[in-house]
Every structure is written in C-alpha cells, then in structure tokens.
C-alpha cells in the first residue's frame, strides 16, 4: 500500500474529479463528490490529515494506489 501524501482538499477534489467525480453539493468548508453509487466527503482544509484521506477513499471505493497513481498523473 503506497503512503498517502499530504495534500489540501482542494487537491484532494482535483485528482477524484480526474477519477470521474463530481461535486454534487457543498455545505461550509465539506465537499460531497459522487460517482454513480459511490460518494464521498472532502473537508477544504490547506492541509488533510492521512487518516481523514483515507477515510474519504474507502467512502468513495478508490484504492489509495489508484489515487496515488492519478496524483502524479500515470492515470
């Protein structure tokens, strides 16, 4: 399992809507993103804790080796 980075939600945001999501809501600082079934929530701090990433991933069904990979653009 590749190590999460450290990144903003905003970023976070960018690389799920690569994957094909879309924002379908947003309520003060949280983010909901969907595709099809699957969903997720993105808080927009500067900085995600790891923990809280990872948290989003499993929501959404992506594989943190899939999102890593998106991340640094081999998708």
């Not at 809507?17 to 099809?36: D, I, N, T």
């Amino acid at each position: 399992m590749p190590k999460l980075p450290r990144i903003s939600g905003e970023r976070a945001i960018a690389v799920l809507e690569h994957l094909g999501f879309r924002k379908a809501r947003q309520r003060g600082s949280h983010v909901v993103l969907r595709r099809g079934e699957s969903g997720c929530v993105i808080p927009l701090h500067k900085k995600l804790a790891v923990g809280t990433l990872r948290s989003a991933l499993r929501q959404a069904a992506v594989t943190p080796e899939e999102f890593v990979d998106a991340l640094e653009g081999r998708l």
